[in-house]
């Protein structure tokens, strides 16, 4: 049974990632920022950093930690909001983003004292780094595990399949991949520009352990995120809508890398329930 | 004589039993390697992806960043080009520690075509930053380049050139320090710079130049990056030519190095730059293959001679 009060801190810590994104999107106009798909992510990372992921701010490197890497580096701006708020970036930190000489550029850097794990951006390359933390705590006895956030747009790359036949082959049950399922890509429909087709199906005909759920549904989240698995690596097809959370942005491609009016701020911070 | 590939197996089994976090990742090529002893050996510290090699520096990464000592391996064009994208994010940019093994680089898969040579391996990766590149001599210098590789804190390339029967370089011990190159044999006319297989070759070459009255200093110039500019700096101050010789392209690797930085560098030297004139070439076994791009030792001595001219 999962806990509502648990729900509820994370949902509004969502509510509170989101809005934090607008103010930084809005604080960048008219430099344009990856929007949409910043944004179908944010419910899956508060679950994963408010809900479900063992970590130690004051100690970044902690050698049981769990891990999370950013597969679809893109999504950045959400990742690193989520990171300001568990506390490994300050809020003065985060405002450099997008600025020169920042640590906190559009697409993530390994930075372990910032909690960021991983260098990503160049697509499909995450989840074979993830199998290689997830082997590395095998060979240790270590009990942390690796999540890896990859894009369904992610999955045309070859080198994600390389890494999905790889993953249950080392029987790697401490390793588990989320898709975030918004059925886009840069510059359309998923199904226009590559037909991806049933990925739960590919993953599972790979030995992989999958579940479908929708990505923007707390309780659905921590119930995938926490399942019992063993001896398999997890696959979790999370359906999302890009641009979550906006009327204007939600499932509109347009706001797939774009700039946020004044105008459309202030309908945003309406929706958020912000004045 | 022993080749370049059984020599890197059983260095790898000598680190091992100095350093407990050594890991070795391949991409289904144990054999080729000379590692099967190492696998049976070492089972807990040999993981193998199969033929996949973007993925096996994504896992190679991730395995070195919970502090194992990594060592990847696979025939060079798949060990850089197929991964080349890989090796710069998640080793260079993201300064992760792994050892990657070409094996088989330059021309000795002749026979197989140019789908397994590789003469392009050098050019592509030093354009990265932060990363080292190493082409041992012979079997000494595989040896003291994977022990110093392991020790090394950037990412780091080794370049294995060569057949089964390599000719050996160093008879003796040799006091090998990544970066710094070696003078194997001292000479006041002119200095040739090698690296590989091509170390042997030209101190070959140096012996026909010196029976027509010409010293030639010979150079082991190893590390091809970062490049040994004090070596550069003083044959540029001692002689008029400098000659390159390398089983690679002649655009990118160790002719590229060296000129770039006498290009900077106010002297009067020129170079000579011998190598694989930017072509593919025809198949064939190793030394059809050497004699086609003009590496054999007579044929280096000719091309200096001809420059002197």
């Known amino acids: 049974m999962i806990d509502n009060a648990l729900i509820k801190k994370i949902e509004t810590a969502a509510l509170e990632v989101r809005r934090k994104f607008l103010d930084i999107a809005f604080g960048m106009s008219p430099k344009p920022l990856h929007f949409g798909g910043g944004l179908s992510t944010v419910d899956i990372l508060a ?59 559009g697409h993530p850097v390994i930075n372990k004292e910032k909690g960021i ?57 401490n390793l588990i991949a989320i898709v975030d399922r918004n059925s886009f ?52 097809v999370a359906k999302t809508i890009k641009g979550k959370g906006f009327s204007f942005s939600e499932g509109n491609n347009a706001w797939h890398h774009a700039v946020l009016t004044k105008k459309l701020y202030s309908l945003g911070i309406t929706e958020c329930g912000g004045d | 004589m022993i080749g370049a590939r059984p020599t890197y197996g059983m260095a790898v089994m000598e680190l091992a039993k100095h350093r407990e976090d050594l890991m070795v990742v391949t991409g289904d090529v144990s054999t080729s390697a000379g590692l099967d002893r190492f696998r049976k050996t070492y089972p807990e510290k040999f993981v193998d992806v199969g033929i996949a090699e973007q993925n096996m520096i994504g896992v190679a990464a991730g395995l070195a960043d919970n502090g194992y000592n990594v060592f990847t391996v696979t025939f060079a064009p798949f060990q850089v080009l197929r991964c080349l994208d890989q090796i710069k ?16 680089s330059g021309l000795i ?94 101190l070959q070459a140096a012996k026909i130049l010196a029976e027509k009255g010409i010293s030639a200093s010979v150079w082991d110039m190893h590390t091809i990056k970062p490049i040994d500019e004090a070596a550069v700096r003083k044959a540029a101050d001692k002689n008029k030519l400098i000659v390159t010789v390398e089983e690679h392209n002649v655009i990118g690797g160790l002719s590229s190095a060296v000129s770039e930085y006498l290009s900077s560098y106010k002297g009067n030297s020129s170079q000579l730059s011998i190598g694989i004139d930017d072509f593919f070439p025809k198949p064939g076994d190793y030394p059809f293959m050497l004699k086609q791009c003009g590496l054999t030792p007579e044929q280096i001595a000719q091309n200096i001679l001809s420059s002197l001219e």
Not at chain 1, 119 to 132: C, D
Not at chain 2, 95 to 102: A, Y
């Open chain 1, 47 to 105: 679950t994963l950093y408010f809900g479900v992921m063992n970590y130690d701010v004051n100690n970044p490197t902690w050698e049981n930690r769990d891990r999370f890497f950013l597969s679809k580096g893109h999504s950045v701006l959400g990742y690193y909001i989520t990171l300001a708020k568990a506390g490994f970036i300050t809020d003065e930190e985060l405002l450099t983003y997008g600025q020169n000489e920042t640590f906190l550029p």
């Open chain 2, 89 to 104: 994010v998640d080793l260079a940019y993201s300064n992760i520690k792994v050892t990657m093994t070409g094996l088989a």
């Open chain 1, 117 to 173: 794990e991983s260098t990503n951006g160049s697509l499909g390359m995450g989840l074979s780094v993830g199998i290689g933390n997830a082997l590395a705590a095998k060979k240790k006895n270590l009990s942390y595990k690796s999540y890896v956030l990859m894009g369904d747009g992610e999955c045309n790359e070859g080198s994600v399949w390389e890494a999905v036949m790889a993953a249950p082959h080392f029987k790697l049950d």
């Open chain 2, 109 to 202: 898969n002749g026979p197989l075509g140019n789908t397994h040579c590789c003469i392009e391996d050098v050019g592509a990766l030093r354009s990265i930053p932060n990363l080292t590149i190493v082409s041992p001599a012979d079997g000494v210098g595989i040896v003291k380049t994977v022990f110093a590789s392991a020790e090394s804190d950037q990412p780091i390339y080794i370049r294995l050139t060569g057949g089964s029967n390599n000719p050996i370089v160093y008879h003796d011990d040799i006091n090998f320090q990544i970066g710094k190159a070696i003078e194997i044999e001292p000479g006041n006319d002119l200095t040739i710079f090698a690296a590989g297989t091509m170390v042997f070759n030209s």
């Open chain 1, 185 to 236: 890509q840069q510059t359309g429909a998923g199904s226009d520009i590559m037909e991806i087709g049933d990925l739960r199906e590919k993953f599972s005909s790979f030995g992989w352990h999958t579940v479908e759920i929708n990505g923007h549904n707390v309780a659905d989240i921590i119930m995938a995120l926490n399942e019992d698995t063993s001896g398999k690596p997890r696959a979790i």
